[in-house]
């Protein structure tokens, strides 16, 4: 049986963190609804102390096309700013964004009842990554980072992006988006300023 090379190994490495992440999404939604209900987002039950919905909640989906088109957008901002972070640094803002985007829809969107899926994270981790390799000299990062600005103005102004929900197959919470873009520019701030001073 052959082995994998350091070339290939390094490459499977690299990409971990969206292949386990895709399969986790997928094992929960083999969970069905038992497994959203207990795990989403729920106003409700987060005052009950179910704690682990803040971070649970960005892991379950409306449905299958729910999560392919997460995933999807996971392999891009992978294929994007994959490289801004090594993988402890991935987990960390991956962690940062998800309590911070249901922390923040607990504190500033009360009537927000329940949520799911992984898009405000992928802000998160979209505007985190480009960020950190802007601070890192990549100046075209610049304009990646704009163009989430912009998404985030539009949603904020107009709506969701046209399509958006019907390929979601429901509403799309763009307060999440917003949410997660901001966590991630606060955990972008936060390293390069650590790694600045140490």
């Not at 987990?91 to 992984?118: H, I, R």
């Not at 949603?155 to 873009?181: C, W």
């Amino acid at each position: 049986m052959q082995t994998l090379g350091p070339k290939q190994q390094g490459r499977l490495r690299h990409w971990l963190l969206p292949l386990l992440a895709a399969t986790l999404g997928a094992l929960l939604m083999l969970g069905g609804d038992d497994a959203a209900y207990w795990l989403r987002y729920e106003r409700d039950a987060l005052a009950q102390g179910q704690l682990w919905r803040l971070f649970s909640a960005h892991w379950v989906h409306l449905g299958w096309s729910h999560l392919l088109m997460n995933m999807f957008g996971l392999l891009l901002v992978w294929a994007l700013v994959g490289e801004a972070l090594n993988l402890l640094g991935w987990l960390l803002l991956l962690l940062f964004c998800s309590l911070f985007t249901t922390a923040a829809m607990w504190l500033l969107y009360p009537e927000m009842q329940w949520y799911v899926g992984f898009s405000g994270v992928l802000h998160g981790m979209l505007f985190g990554g480009a960020m950190m390799l802007f601070g890192g000299g990549d100046k075209g990062a610049a304009l990646l980072a704009g163009i989430v600005l912009l998404k985030l103005l539009w949603e904020q102004l107009l709506g969701p992006l046209p399509g958006s929900e019907s390929a979601a197959g429901g509403a799309v919470i763009v307060e999440a988006h917003l949410y997660g873009a901001l966590a991630g520019g606060l955990f972008a701030a936060g390293a390069y300023r650590f790694k600045v001073e140490s």
